[in-house]
Each structure stands twice: as C-alpha cells, then as structure tokens.
Nanobody
Framework: VQLQAFGGGLVQAGGSLRLSCAVSGRTFRSDAMSWFRQAPGKEREFVAAISWSGKTTYYADSVKGRSTISRDNAKNTMYLQMNSLKPEDTAVYYC???????????????WGQGTQVTVSS
C-alpha cells in the first residue's frame, strides 16, 4: 500500500495550493481519506477528511471555508484545495487512508510521506 502526497511548495500569504494524494495497492474507492498536518514543534493535527463516496466531509475549524477536500475514485487520488493561505498553515501535510472518515489519527491505517507547505508573510 502506498500513499504519495505531492503538490506542496512555497506560496505567499493569500495564495492557493492544491495538494494531491495518489493511492496504490488498495481498493481506493472503499477507503475514507484524510489530511493531517504537522508544524515545526507541534503535534500533528487534523485538517480534513472525506468519506469513501465523497458525500461526507469534515474540516478543522482552522481551514473551514478556505479549503476543499475532494476525491476522484477513478484516478485513485484525493485532493486538498487550499485558498487564502496564511503563515500559520505552514506545515508538512500528510494524507491517510482508513475504513471510516474521522478526525482522529487512530482512525487511519495507512499514511503517506508528507509534502511541505510553506506560506510566507
């Protein structure tokens, strides 16, 4: 099972990024998916999650209204569109897969390697 997150980079405050997570080795369409992030010196925190069908989504308050999680089951890929980025969004972003969409890390069995997002002020 492989989850590969990509799409991070350096962006100015107010800018946008779209993160992608490509999944292989699993039946992607049956998994809930999520994004977590970890800033330097901080614990990893929940960002967003999406059910296997894409019909249910969850967002952390810190990104709600600025981010959209989506998935394309035909492409085995999940996305996180982030707009109006702030310096406090700077972190390594991880994608994860599990049986049910939840906001806690323990709900997810498989993790990607992370992609760095840096927002400059």
């Amino acid at each position: 099972v492989q989850l590969q997150a990509f799409g991070g980079g350096l962006v100015q405050a107010g800018g946008s990024l779209r993160l992608s997570c490509a999944v292989s080795g699993r039946t992607f369409r049956s998994d809930a998916m999520s994004w977590f992030r970890q800033a330097p010196g901080k614990e990893r925190e929940f960002v967003a999650a999406i059910s296997w069908s894409g019909k249910t989504t969850y967002y952390a308050d810190s990104v709600k209204g600025r981010s959209t999680i989506s998935r394309d089951n035909a492409k085995n890929t999940m996305y996180l569109q982030m707009n109006s980025l702030k310096p406090e969004d700077t972190a390594v972003y991880y994608c994860a897969a599990g049986p049910v969409a939840r906001t806690t890390e323990t709900a997810y069995l498989y993790w990607g390697q992370g992609t760095q997002v840096t927002v400059s002020s």
